[in-house]
């Protein structure tokens, strides 16, 4: 009989601590290691030769949407490129939203939110109510990764009051405290916020504090999307920094990035010379210097986890981000159910009012009035730099890919008619690319190379893959990108770190045991 059932041989092996590489033979027996040693003379079912390779531990990617597409029955395929690039864990339930939990009584308004970012209806595949159940039904299926779960602070307060556009009261905070505490008993690694996001956004500090306290309490931990990314990035990073020193939560800040607010007036004229400064860049290499606000942030993070604030931060290997186009919307016309919400698009002096609204709204934070809100993109990123990722319907996918002045354009129409009639169209499911030149461009990439360097921040894809559109590229080649282009090409990280960034320091952020380092 044989000793061991796999004996990997001769591998170079990066244990996803950063130290150095050292060669050697790994031993597993029954799905776990067993042995590492320099020399292992013992048989085996399998040998595998790995000299001149590297052998590290799979990668967690703590921010992923992969939870919206798991409970499907061909998600094997669907999922088949995180894999393939050699993410074996991945962490669902981030920017507020995932599939549970669900209350009965609001189910219609949980499953449109969760449908606007979604191909098809979840009406009947949706059967579960809390996070336990939804957890349970994964594990009957079976699933293609590992799967950690974070109870959404979006989905916890639908459940409680619906999509309503107003602040929790005490009975509220009950109903929601009861089900973050139900979903970490259930096995949740933590909560996750999406402050910049409807019904998220209405939520003031002092809601977010008394959630945190429960998430603190049980040692997970409290991934945020923060209110903002743009000019009041600051106040936001200050804002979940305090909450942490308030409550002792473990605060992950989710997919670290900024985006420049340029003044209207040269707007225009800066947009066009960053246009042509990546098109230069395709063919000869420019270089762009490191974003100040990011490296202040940085720094910042990095003070406070020395002073024993347990924060973590993860970014992705891209310039460009995604969403659902709703996103931008001022949060007073999001209010009531998707019927309640599309017959105000129709309706042409509701539909002036919201652009009103955007064009004479501000990005502050504390909010002061209706039209002010943390991050209005439309106004900060303008209509060429939100590009559509994917609609639903066929007459509409040959815009895919697509600025939405482009589009309109095509069209024959002014930019905001353009996005509200696709929300007519395709029932509220639009995702969209944010991106100031084009999709994926390694130019503007190089603004938030800091946040990739960073020995504090951790790699994540944040993507949604949903079986149609056009997809993140990090959804094929977030891993393979960051070997390449940052360790490989660029040298900005060895080998170790990088490997590091995308094992241990993940599950070390999210709270996860035994993923992420090569031991025995
Ligand atoms: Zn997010």
């Known amino acids: 009989m044989n000793t061991f059932d ?6 170079n092996v990066y244990d996803g601590t950063g130290t150095p590489s050292y060669v050697a033979d790994i031993a597993i027996q029954d799905g776990r290691i067993a042995a590492i040693s320099k020399k292992i003379n013992a048989s085996a079912e399998k040998i595998i030769d790995a000299s001149n390779k590297a052998v590290c531990p799979g990668f967690i990617d703590v921010h992923s949407h992969a939870d919206l597409t798991i409970h499907l029955s061909d998600h094997h395929k669907i999922l088949e490129p995180l894999l393939r690039q050699g993410v074996t864990t991945f962490v669902g339930g981030n920017c507020g939203m995932g599939p549970a939990p669900i209350d009965d009584y609001h189910r219609q308004e949980a499953i449109t939110y969760v449908e606007s970012m979604m191909g098809e209806s979840v009406q009947s595949s949706f059967h579960w109510s809390s996070v336990g159940s939804f957890l349970e039904t994964l594990d009957k299926q079976g699933i293609i990764l590992n799967c950690g779960f974070l109870v959404p602070h979006g989905m916890l307060r639908i459940a409680a009051k619906g999509l309503e556009y107003s602040q929790t009261c005490a009975n509220d905070l009950k109903h929601m405290e009861k089900n973050l505490i139900s979903g970490l008993d259930a096995g949740a690694l933590g909560m996750s916020t999406g402050l910049m996001y409807f019904p998220g956004l209405n939520a003031d500090t002092e809601e977010l504090t008394a959630l945190a306290k429960v998430v603190s309490k049980h040692q997970a931990v409290f991934s945020s999307h923060i209110r903002s990314y743009s000019n009041t990035l600051q106040q936001a990073i200050d804002e979940i920094i305090n909450l942490s020193k308030s409550t002792d939560v473990r605060i992950q800040i989710s997919h670290l990035f900024h985006v420049p607010h340029i003044h209207p007036i040269i707007d225009g004229a800066v947009r066009t010379v960053l246009r042509m400064a990546s098109t230069i860049n395709k063919y000869i290499p420019l270089s762009m210097p490191d974003d100040r606000n990011l490296m202040n942030i940085l720094s910042q993070i990095d003070k406070n986890i020395k002073k024993g604030i347990p924060l973590g ?4 290997p891209t310039s460009t981000g995604f969403t659902h186009v709703l996103a931008f919307f001022p949060p007073w016309s999001l209010n009531g159910t998707r019927e309640e919400v599309t017959n105000r698009l129709k309706d042409p002096s509701e539909r002036k009012k919201i652009y009103q609204s955007i064009q004479q709204g501000q990005s502050v934070w504390p909010h002061q009035d209706k039209d002010t809100w943390s991050m209005n993109c439309f106004k900060t990123m303008g209509f060429r730099s939100i590009h559509l ?13 697509m600025s939405w002045h482009a589009i309109a354009k095509a069209r024959g129409q002014e930019p905001f008619d353009t996005v509200c009639d696709f929300l007519i169209e395709e029932n509220g499911r639009v995702l969209v690319f944010i991106s100031p030149t084009f999709v994926g461009d390694e130019f503007i990439e190089q603004f938030s190379a800091c946040t990739i360097r960073d020995p504090n921040v951790s790699i ?15 959804f094929y080649d977030c891993y393979p990108k960051l070997f390449s282009k940052y360790v490989n090409k660029e040298k900005q990280l060895s080998l170790e770190e990088a490997i590091r960034k995308s094992t241990s320091l993940p599950a070390q952020q999210l709270g996860i045991k035994n993923r992420g380092i090569i031991q025995k």
């Open 460 to 474: 994540v894809t944040d993507t949604i893959l949903l079986g149609f559109g056009k997809p993140s590229h990090l």
């Open 389 to 401: 990722m994917s609609v639903v319907s066929k007459k509409n996918k040959c815009f895919e890919g």
């Open 313 to 316: 931060a993860d970014a992705m």
């Open 6 to 11: 796999v004996i990997i041989q001769n591998a």
